[in-house]
């Protein structure tokens, strides 16, 4: 949490009952364009919530915000109650939208990199942890391929392993599993779900599949336009486990798809 790395609860600016993520009238500006415009969004802790909306809507614009890699921006946003520009909190990860992994590293070394400050990554104990998530994202075997030898769901599956390997109390992804093969994304889905029931983590996820919102999210934001907005707001409040064909999980999936206007 901030630069102390003392629990959020311990955090002198942290007002008790603050939301784990808070955007209030969140404008965001590209010279000409405007990537966000009056944007509000709440998470409490613990919470799984999904954004969707149409390409160039500012769904990576709002993870980039919350995130603290962008400085200049209307509003507000504050993790664990800090603002962003005030550090936000060190607490969390980000799976963008594209791997960004290092070209020279092998599969191995790019989730090691994912370790949390301190940790060394040829530690026994941190080489396990390092095993065990290239194994949970299903590439056992590529643990010394380097990028260029992998497909882009592998890769994408190897941004994500380095993202939960840091064990942050908040993720932001970014579309993490959309150059997945369906069985493979449908595993990826569950495991995510299962890093969250364990760890209570809080999990905004950006995806362009009404679907999958639907089936992993307590609450769905759906943008609209450009400028993006919030078009609305979906509650699914069918019980977990969820079956993905549960009357409820596709009558949510039906009201984003309408609320998408596809
Ligand atoms: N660094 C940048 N410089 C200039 N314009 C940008 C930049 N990043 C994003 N934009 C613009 O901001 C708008 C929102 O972009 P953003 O990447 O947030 O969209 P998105 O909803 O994530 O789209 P997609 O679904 O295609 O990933 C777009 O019009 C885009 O062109
Ligand atoms: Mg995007």
């Given at each position: ?186 595993e990826q889905q569950d495991n995510l779900l299962e890093v969250w029931t364990e760890r ?63």
């Open positions: 949490m901030l630069s102390t790395g003392e629990p959020s609860e311990s955090d002198p600016e942290r007002e008790s009952g603050d939301p784990t993520l808070t955007v209030r009238g969140l404008t965001k500006r590209y010279g000409d364009t405007v990537a966000l415009q009056d944007v509000d969004l709440t998470v409490e802790e613990g919470e799984f919530v999904a954004v969707v909306g149409p390409s160039g809507c500012g769904k990576s614009t709002l993870l980039r915000v919350l995130s603290g890699l962008e400085e200049s921006f209307g509003g507000r946003a504050a993790v664990d109650g800090v603002d962003v520009r005030d550090g936000g909190s060190d607490d969390v990860g980000m799976v963008f939208q594209e791997p960004r992994l290092l070209a020279w590293a092998d599969v191995r070394e790019n989730v090691a990199v994912g370790l949390p400050d301190g940790v060394d990554p040829d530690a026994p104990g941190a080489q396990e942890r390092v095993n065990e998530l290239i194994e949970t994202v299903g590439l056992d075997g590529f643990a010394g391929s380097r990028p260029g030898e992998l497909s882009g769901g592998m890769a994408q599956r190897v941004s994500l392993a380095r993202g939960l390997a840091y064990r942050p109390e908040v993720l932001l992804l970014d579309e993490p599993f959309s150059a997945l093969d369906q069985l493979t994304k449908y209570g983590t809080t999990i905004a996820l950006v995806t362009h599949d009404v679907e999958e919102a639907a089936y992993l999210a307590d609450r769905v934001l759906v943008l609209g336009g450009e400028p993006g907005t919030v078009a609305t707001v979906i509650d699914v409040d069918t019980p977990r486990p969820r079956d993905r064909t549960h009357p409820e999980v596709v009558a949510a999936r039906d009201a984003i798809t309408d609320a998408l206007g596809v």
